[in-house]
């Protein structure tokens, strides 16, 4: 995404460009959609942490053994006609976003 807002919030400019989005759809074994995750990293940096990409976040990080602090930035829960579509349910859905800092710097 280079140096692309993508629409994320204003704590985007946090991460340092040009920066990598990386989105992982969480689902069942027979493949329901349950959860959408985006993360935003600085692209020069995002092998160091992400050796294996088709891996999550939550199992590359440790394998590493990375201290992360998430600081937590946002919590939503409103509707959304996107979302309505892709998961194919209506209703409210929950959010958020967050920085995680690694060695004082913002990571991700």
């Avoid at 990598?20 to 069942?28: E, G, I």
């Avoid at 992400?50 to 990080?61: D, E, F, G, M, T």
């Avoid at 930035?73 to 800092?101: A, P, T």
């Amino acid at each position: 995404m280079g140096m692309n807002l993508d629409n994320a919030p204003d704590l985007i400019h946090t991460v340092p460009g040009p920066r990598l989005r990386r989105q992982v759809w969480l689902r069942t074994a027979c493949g329901q959609k349950l959860a959408n995750a985006v993360s935003l990293w600085e692209a020069f940096h995002v092998d160091e942490y992400l050796q294996n990409r088709s891996l999550p976040i939550w199992v590359s990080l440790p394998r590493l053994r990375t201290e992360l602090y998430r600081n937590v930035q946002g919590l939503y829960y409103d509707h959304s006609r996107e979302l309505e579509f892709v998961f194919g349910k209506s209703g409210q859905f929950w959010g958020r976003h967050y920085l995680f800092w690694h060695h004082g710097q913002p990571l991700t």
